[in-house]
């Protein structure tokens, strides 16, 4: 079982800056593909970016250039550095891990920290 906290949400000027924290619990994700999705006000959960456990990374073409997925396997901890924030970014973001080591897992999710960008 793996538990996901994620952390450091808030509220934040467009163009300014902040880091996603997502730190596991239960066992090692170091063998995990894990990712950021988010959800805004009324609309479906979209994925955001991915890293997976030999440290490929995607993104979602709205956030390329902008974000930056990251792990540390020593502190079971996965980040998401957002630059240059737009509105549009305003959302709840939540972390999640499955297929480890390109095998099924069960999927688990965190609770989700909320991020809010003014203009």
């Known amino acids: 079982q793996v538990h996901l906290v994620e952390s450091g949400g808030g509220l934040v000027q467009a163009g300014g800056s902040i880091t996603l924290s997502c730190a596991a619990s239960g066992r090692s994700v170091v063998n995990y593909d894990m990712s950021w999705f988010r959800q805004a006000p009324g609309q479906e959960r979209e994925f955001v970016a991915s890293?997976?456990?030999?440290?490929?990374?995607s993104y979602v073409d709205s956030v390329k250039g902008r974000f930056t997925i990251s792990r540390d396997n020593a502190k079971n901890t996965m980040y998401l550095k957002m630059n240059n924030l737009e509105p549009a970014d305003t959302a709840i973001y939540y972390c999640?891990?499955?297929?480890?080591?390109?095998?099924?897992?069960?999927?688990?999710w965190g609770q989700g920290t909320q991020v809010t960008v003014s203009s």
């Open positions: 999640r891990a499955d297929t480890e080591r390109g095998r099924p897992t069960p999927v688990y």
């Open positions: 890293i997976r456990w030999h440290g490929g990374t």
